[in-house]
């Protein structure tokens, strides 16, 4: 084919970049145009949010090549401790009982960024474009037509395949047509970092409060990462408080499960949706990452969703090398994904809705099931499982077996 590149990645943020460093050892001839440099501060994937990293996605970073330079700053998840305040019922989920070295890791974005971008920058297939954006799209049976902004110009770029990877509010899902359902839950995520007067000892915390899910999250130097759900329209209130005043609020949610909060860094808030792309395949053109499912923070799913959605579909492309953007490429690639994704978002939306119900039976219920659950290993099991992303078809990837 006389394309100008086989495949575009529009959107170089942490899903993009995987996806870019996966498809490197193919014979493929990739852009990827992003609105940032890589290393630039402004860059919003790779800042110093943290980003839960599931088993499952640790073995496809690993196998990508990039989670030797990840994994000094990655801290293992090895206990996953469940619990509703207020409530007696509390579930723990042990790496040891689930025959893994963690149920997962948590690692600074920029860590990722710095760990990816790299083995783009040294791929002889890979050309970056940056600072660039796609402005245009053009669609036909052989092609896409491309018009990316560089600097003061446009430049007309034709490829075999589109992935529009540019983020939640895609202004590509809009040019290619695809609608997308949004669920409004009404919440914002409050994100801190604290220490504690106790060590974390690797334990992963997911509190359900009347606020909202609360998340505490094991980080480097005993410190602990904070995911906290508000209402919204208490949020900026909360994001008002000086550090006494957050702590002592924080500490009545989360309880002395850690000692005392000693110490708390600035704190930024940002909405929570669901967004689902009511397509996430176009004839020539692939929706990735948030432009094609954007998930509430409560179980940590979702990059790691797309980081499967990404090994995938680089495995289906490398069986399509000749024709990345074909109509049976994008049909395997959707019927592969379909299940594992409709799964983790009525999971993920589910629990949400579950734990934010306020009616006493509600109440009573959840908790009763987080007592079974504790009970039930076969349970615990299955759900591990899951959420480290290792059940239902694998792709080569995620099982530890390179592409080529």
């Known amino acids: 084919m006389s394309w100008d590149y086989d495949l575009v990645i529009a959107g170089g943020g942490m899903v993009g970049a995987s996806l870019a460093a996966a498809l490197a050892p193919l014979d493929l001839r990739i852009a990827v145009v992003e609105t940032h440099q890589p290393d630039a501060a402004e860059q919003p994937s790779f800042d110093e949010r943290s980003t839960a990293v599931a088993y499952g996605s640790r073995v496809i970073l690993e196998t990508i090549g990039c989670w030797e330079a990840i994994s000094p700053q990655a801290t293992p998840i090895d206990t996953i401790h469940i619990s509703e305040r207020g409530r007696p019922g509390i579930s723990r989920i042990a790496a040891r009982e689930q025959g893994v070295p963690a149920l997962g890791y948590v690692v600074p974005n920029r860590v990722i960024g710095h760990a990816v971008w790299p083995l783009l920058e040294s791929a002889s297939n890979i050309e970056l474009l940056a600072p660039a954006s796609v402005e245009g799209v053009e669609i036909d049976a052989g092609e896409a037509v491309l018009s ?205 809705r579950l734990f934010t119900n306020p009616l006493a039976p509600v109440r009573g219920a959840r908790n009763a099931g987080l007592i079974m659950f504790e009970l039930l290993p076969g349970a615990k099991r299955l759900f591990a499982r899951h959420t480290m992303g290792r059940a239902g078809k694998l792709p080569r990837l995620a099982r530890g077996v390179p592409l080529v």
Request: include cysteine; proline fraction near 3%; aromatic fraction near 6%.
């Open 148 to 352: 990316v902004a560089i600097g003061d110009s446009i430049r007309r770029i034709t490829t075999g395949l589109l992935i529009a990877a540019d983020g939640a509010r895609s202004r590509l899902r809009e040019a290619l047509g695809v609608d997308a359902s949004v669920s409004d839950y009404r919440q914002n995520a409050v994100v801190t970092t604290i220490a504690t007067a106790r060590p974390h000892r690797n334990t992963a915390y997911e509190r359900f409060t009347d606020t909202g899910p609360l998340a505490v999250l094991p980080l480097d130097d005993d410190r602990c990462s904070v995911v906290w759900t508000v209402a919204r329209e208490t949020c900026d209130t909360v994001l008002g408080w000086d550090d006494d005043a957050f702590m002592a609020k924080l500490q009545e949610q989360f309880g002395f499960r850690l000692g005392e909060i000693e110490r708390v860094a600035r704190r930024a808030a940002y909405p929570l949706y669901l967004v689902q792309a009511q397509q996430q395949t176009r004839p020539r053109a692939v929706l990735l990452g948030n432009a094609a499912h954007g998930l509430h923070p409560v179980a940590g799913q979702g990059f790691n969703l797309s980081l499967r959605d990404v090994a995938a579909l680089a495995e289906t492309l490398a069986e399509h090398v000749d024709d990345p953007g074909g109509a049976r490429m994008l049909a395997q690639y959707d019927d592969w994904r379909r299940a594992d994704q409709k799964k983790v978002i009525a999971f993920t939306d589910g629990l949400v």
